[in-house]
């Protein structure tokens, strides 16, 4: 064979193998499930988790992730504002990675000031978009729909000129939600009470974290001013209540118990003695209810025990406080987490009917007291009742009833548990949400590693403060002065 003749063979060779790579890399960029998406950012925080990474997978083939990157808040752009930048960036890779993570599930559409105006007001007029609304997930012909409230905590512009800022983004977490949500087909709905001095499930109302976790929690979340607006819900959820019922919430209440439907219950120690007095009429055949007063513990602090503090009415709650059989708390015991309540109230713990059982989830430790606020405040007088007190309590049916549901009530004896900015405790009210679902044989969602909260013991708190404060600066000191005197010499 010539050299001529070998040396086109070559050629050719070549020619069909780089027509070859480009028809692969062609396929591999139409293909979104063949993508790679690589996270350089310094914190790694700009991809998605493998929890969401796993729902979008579950997505049907055909699934439609909308976003429309709109400044239209004209308090955010106050002051030469970079929110909204900083916000769509965000948004334009995490629905990137969102494409390419779902192994082509899932197509996004991305609007924004740039797009064709046709385009964008026939998305608009075709999913009925408003003002604010971010994410628009379709899935299946449901949709859930995501505002930017949702996906950022900003701090407003102030009078002072002081621009807005951007605190957290929670648009991984939030997309996951959705996603698993649309996946599972249909939604239980949870009707939070708020008619009652409740609070707000707005942005910053009291209860808007618990409004987070229950979507978080694959429920479809709405508020109503009393239990009469709750016909169509699956789950009542009262944190905390302020004032009585009017007699038709009232007596919508009785009939909602009634009919075995479930209930999670939270009162504080500062609830009206008249509204402790109608719960514990009503929930008497659970063999539960509300005693009085506010539940203190000395503080360990060096060894030591400390009383006459306002902390001691922040309780630590262990895993020997916590009832090793019920589903609600099994799984706290055994990733040994440790709860936190302020402000509780004791739950009363008694034998009802016999068509009920109750299981005193968690209770106080053994030194706690019930204040009396007659006495010496936050200190163990004569007098004041001692020992163990009940903080939550389940009941349910022994059988189903007539309807085929179970009756199931969670009593906690603290509002701010489920009311708080930081809602302390998560884990609690996960399950609880999955035991008065019937629900419980479910394994429980896993949530971003971001998400957690830091919350070490006391202990670990002073031992902490005495590293800071004295051990850190005393080494640097005493490095120094070393330095010095090997330097005379």
Known sequence: MSRRLRLGLLTVFAGLCAVAFTVFLLYTFSRPGLRTRWDLTTAEDQGLSDRTTEALQNLPEGSTLSA??????????KFGSTVYAQAFVLLRSL??????????????LILDEASPLVAIEREIVRLDRQPGETLILEVDGNRRVLSFEDLFQILRATPQGDPARLLKERVESALGDASIALSAGSIPRAAVVVGYGQGSMEESGEIFELRMQLQRENWDVFAIQGPEEAADADLIIIPGQRRPFLPTDAV???????????????????????????????????????GEGLICEPLR???????GRSDCAFLEIKSEQLSPQHSITVPIIEASRFLLFRGVRPVKFESGTNDYTQ?????????????DPRKNLFEMDPGEKRGVVPIAV???RWAPGDSGLHGRVVVLGSA??????????????????LWL????????????????PFRPQREVMARIQNIGVFWIPGLTFLVGLLIYWKRKR
């Open 437 to 452: 679902s019937a629900e419980e044989s479910k394994e429980r969602g896993l949530v971003g590693l971001g998400e957690l």
């Open 252 to 290: 919508a209440m009785a009939d909602w118990i009634l009919a075995d439907k479930p209930l999670l219950l939270a009162l504080g120690p500062n609830a009206p003695n008249d509204v402790v007095a109608y719960w514990n009429d009503l929930l008497a055949e659970h063999g539960t209810g509300f």
């Open 301 to 307: 602090i060096q060894g030591g025990y400390v009383t």
């Open 394 to 396: 389940a009941a349910e």
């Open 68 to 77: 429309f990157l709109f400044p239209e808040d004209p308090d955010i752009q």
């Open 95 to 108: 629905a990137e990675d969102a494409a390419v993570r779902s192994g082509g599930q899932l197509s996004t």
């Open 359 to 371: 299981e005193r989830l968690i209770r106080s430790g053994s030194l706690a007291w019930i204040e």
């Open 416 to 433: 701010e548990s489920i009311r708080s900015d930081m809602l302390y405790n998560r884990e609690l009210l996960a399950g609880s949400l």
